[in-house]
DNA sequence: GATGAATGAGCCTTCATTCAT
DNA sequence: CATGAATGAAGGCTCATTCAT
């Protein structure tokens, strides 16, 4: 029943995902090689490709693991009405999500250039597209769009931006979350100005 | 006089910078590697160190060069009345530099990773982050910092972003500058909420 | 049973040694190459960086394999009574250990620049210090320090001295032996002069 | 007329010599590059091939402009009876020659396996076997041989062995010397033992 | 379920050397 | 007398990957 503290069997494979992308946050994929994460699992390069085929396939298997909770969120989000709340609640909802893969989210947020040449990046980007369309009005104008994406990006790129500033991380997510609204809301009402 | 053709002069060194910048940002900084650049200028890679001393000199150098028109317009910044006009103005001429070294931003935005390690990534660093000072209200809410911090990540991410909708580029710098501005109007003006 | 022809087992490891102190002693250690190395071994280069850590440490590994019988000689040294006899015994054992080494002595002989840089160096030189050590009388004068350093330095550097020399390596041996016995001799017995 | 302190000139052949000599005794002389070199003149490498044809010249210059009171030494010692007081005084002159060039026997002394493919090591090696020629009385024993060589190589090496030791040079030297002439006494007197 | 041994390609870097100016 | 610019060869080293055991 007990584990043997740290002899763990069976979750090697899980074991690999988790350094990995420990690592990966840490110093960038490409900068990462398997001889790192084989090191600090106290295993044999060997061993990894017993588990995966390639170094990108490890990636792959981390970005797949986290899909489908995305994918539900988005289904989710189109058989809603397009209302305002919606897209709030959306937003409520993908922010904790967030958190849950926030290692995951760092990653793309530091690794942009590789998430180009990767394959796993389309599959990335498609989502996101899908969620912009969703938090869009239709015919939406420039301004709209940059508002759009403007507010998921600060959920994105913002922990990392506000690294620095004093508050703990759920005051940050409240405050990220609050920004948000008003970009959305913003655009919610079409784009009759605001400084009027 | 005029010299036609392979044109090489003293000017090797800019074709490496230049050439060096495209490659970066086309493949991100790990993957470019010295044979590449040296190929595509048709020298060899020992002639890439007589004009800078590694690798990452030659990113370095390259932020060299862009450094003093940000930091002339910091200190320009920090010269005026803290106003939402200097600050919209700040913003304005920001935009253009952004326009100026457009493939130099793209490259700190996709390769963060890098950036980190870099040594260069401290000094841009610290320029944002005076940046962000500089469009601040004196004792900021949490929120404020965000919508200043996010309207930054706006113009720095947002061409990029937004690079598969239609219209020109001009355009698109309009619609971010607008967003922005918005930003920056409602952390000017303190956080009295806008969606209430 | 025995392995012909290319015979490769689980022997890379030292033959990797063998090849390498070849090597270093025919052309010294900074002219030869890894290159060099793997060629005459048939393997590739990535082959010997995974028997060893890197190019110095072959160098170490070789002196490590060496070091044990040497300090044991030491200790032996060291465990007697300090009479002339122990000493001249010394020098016949260590003799002996000459001849089993002769490639390495002899690297390290004509390699002295490398030696002090090398780390490998320094564990080198203390070997020869407590061996100077135990072959002085007690508060000798500057001259018995003399006789003592050049009766090992003669041992150490004498067969390469006597290449072009006729006569058989076992003459050679013994008539250094003889030599360094009387300097032996007499820094055993005080520097009351000689020719009177 | 007057040198203006740091700028010299006409004499930046010599001064190359100089500082290559110390380099290649500091580092060794594959480790020595021609940047370093350079580098510490504060001239171009290109100078530098003014000057010199190759790397290896400058060795071979620096060898061939101490060539010449050898020869004129060993040429003397020729020209004498073959007496143990001539070899005596041929000792202390070669002492006297050791001092003055240090730095080069030095370098000889630590870069043998060097010395052994560029050439200039060839011409050195001729010399050393004229002076043993000279010290050694005609049909030696093999003992003989090894009293005279070893005593020569205490010259040689024997101040770079003291390193250590607490005593001036002048003392160091007198002390080789009187253990040299013990040496070449022995060997003169042929080898009717000396511990009988 | 994993290891030991090895490979081939490629990396960044340095070197001695050349030559037009 | 010397430099600026460049080259071709090579160096040590690391990487992702493979495969027999």
Redesign the pocket.
Known sequence: MASTGTQR??D??QRIQDVALDLFVEHGY?????????ERL????????????????ILVSLFADRAEPLDALIAWGESQPNTLETKKEFLRRYVEQLKDSSRLFRFVQENQAEMRDLRVGETFRSRVEATVGLLLTPAPSLADRVRVTTALLSLHAGMFALRDVEGDDEEKYDALLEVSFDLLTAAHEGDRGQGA
């Open positions: 069997r069976g090697t494979r490409e900068k990462t090689s398997l001889r790192e994460i084989a106290d295993v044999t390069k060997a061993a990894l490709y017993y588990h995966f085929k390639t170094k990108e396939d």
